[in-house]
């Protein structure tokens, strides 16, 4: 079984138990800081890559009541309980957002359609990083922005990777990339990059998640 094919198993197995419901909450509370960061028109189009649960296409739709917001993932379950927990949510009516099952390396929309990209904690996942970056880049208008925020490697992220996967399956497929990798990958394709450290669930041991920011280069 290829890479994909058994991360997306992993996620298929997430997604039915509890790890989905600890994935709304792990993830959603410490990413607030970055959200805020995120740049686009009240009507502004953004995507969600690998929006899993799709709690931060959530909160994005909530403050961006005229726009559109696209949750994609390549795992049917995932879109599943994406679509679930919106439905459960009554303090927005998300007539703003959809769920869709999709690859990250075929996004089915036109060039130049959205204002903004986000990939929250998923980037580390694709078996293409490249690949992805380039569709990503597709995607955007000119002088978009892309938004990824995963945990950059470290000493305590290797240390807390290493238990987990004793536990849990599947987590041979992640990949934690360095500071200078994040950013050599993402500089290929977009320009105007920076990058900064936020406070995540594993702070306590010195962890942080970092946030590249770049802009579709014209």
Partial sequence: ????ETTKAAFETWAKGLSAYSMELGHRLPHRWWLQKLSSPQNGKVLDMGCGTGWASR???????????VGIDFVEGMIEKAKQFTLK???????????????????PYPDDYFHSVMCLESFSWFPNPEAALREMKRVLIPG????????????????????WRLFIPGLDKWNIYSENLFKELVEAEFTDLHQEKGSWIFSPFGERVLLTVGTKKE
């Fill in 1 to 4: 079984m290829g890479n994909e």
């Fill in 59 to 69: 909160m994005v739709a909530r403050v961006a009541p005229d726009g559109e917001v």
């Fill in 89 to 107: 949510d009554k303090s927005h009516k998300y007539g703003n957002l959809s769920f869709m099952v999709a690859d990250v390396e075929d996004i």
């Fill in 144 to 163: 978009g922005g892309l938004y990824v925020a995963d945990i950059a490697d470290s000493r305590s992220a290797r240390l807390i990777l290493k238990a």
